[in-house]
Nanobody, 126 residues
Framework: QVQLVESGGGLVQAGGSLRLSCKAS????????MGWFRQAPGQEREFVAA??????????DFADSVKGRFTISRNDTKNTVALQMNNLKPEDTAIYYC?????????????????WGQGTLVNVSS
């Protein structure tokens, strides 16, 4: 399984931007669909965004709550995937996790993901 490490979290004011990065090691990122999930205190982990393998067009999917504000991109040469978050809101505050799915493009299904990072904290102040 690929190992994933997130970075880029931090404290930001509402309306600001952050760029999260996920670095993969121990495997080729190109063989995985990549997703971002988040978990706020006392809540379940939820889907944020995902990007498919490049060979099927690097399709993307976004949760309704972030559509139009977040973008996801992958760089298979550098083995990284990024989540650009703009116009952040206090309700975006959570730990953000990067995840990799090897088998199928079913981006919102948490059980499809084989590998998970440790998470990075995003804190949006009002």
């Amino acid at each position: 399984q690929v190992q994933l490490v997130e970075s880029g979290g931090g404290l930001v004011q509402a309306g600001g931007s952050l760029r999260l990065s996920c670095k993969a090691s121990g495997g080729a990122l190109s063989t995985y669909c990549m997703g971002w999930f988040r978990q706020a205190p006392g809540q379940e982990r939820e889907f944020v965004a995902a990007v498919s393998w490049r060979w099927i067009g690097a399709k993307t999917d976004f949760a309704d709550s972030v559509k139009g504000r977040f973008t996801i991109s992958r760089n298979d040469t550098k083995n990284t995937v990024a989540l650009q978050m703009n116009n952040l809101k206090p309700e975006d505050t959570a730990i953000y996790y990067c995840a990799a799915a090897h088998s199928r493009w079913n981006p919102r299904k948490i059980d499809e993901y084989d590998s998970w990072g440790q998470g990075t904290l995003v804190n949006v102040s009002s």
